[in-house]
């Protein structure tokens, strides 16, 4: 499955309700829930494909569409390339050259273990990096240029 930025991963689209997602994937291994911030009203569900490396979320500020698709493995390739393991200036150089745009790095290392990402808002990807390789890519849908409309495929 590709990922497509801003659509979702081969026939998953954004915008989907769960019962959709299941009919596609089938029974999740488990599903979470809870509030982002205890007590905000914040509501999510995860759905977690650990099989395939994948998770679902679905938050309650947008009627529990899909609004996150995390992918934690090989397999998905973005732009055609499969960036899984590779080294944290190796994506950047890729996804810089594809779109023309530099992703913000943030760093969210804690004590020795390196945590790191780069966020690519034009794509709505959010690269996650461990020990300084890609361990995770958190997609989403994008906005409209007001920044507060959601874009639904």
């Known amino acids: 499955m590709n990922i497509e930025p801003g659509v979702g991963i081969g026939e998953i689209k954004y915008g989907i309700f769960e019962k959709d997602l299941i009919r596609i994937l089938g029974n999740p291994d488990r599903i979470e829930k809870g509030e982002y911030v205890e007590g905000s009203g914040d509501w999510h569900r995860v759905l977690w494909y650990s099989h395939k490396n994948l998770s679902f979320t679905f938050d309650k500020e947008d009627d529990y569409r899909l609004g996150v698709i995390t992918v934690m493995g090989s397999g998905y390739p973005l732009?055609?390339?499969?960036?899984?393991?590779l080294p944290k200036n190796t994506v950047r150089d890729f996804i810089t050259k594809v779109t023309n745009e530099i992703p913000?790095?943030?760093d969210h290392s804690f004590d020795s273990d390196p945590h790191e990402c780069l966020d690519h808002n034009s794509l709505g990807i959010i690269f996650w990096f461990d020990s300084g390789d890609l361990s995770e890519m958190q997609c989403s849908y994008l906005f409209e240029t007001d920044n507060e409309t959601v874009k639904w495929p």
């Open 79 to 85: 732009f055609g390339k499969d960036l899984f393991n």
């Open 104 to 106: 913000k790095f943030e």
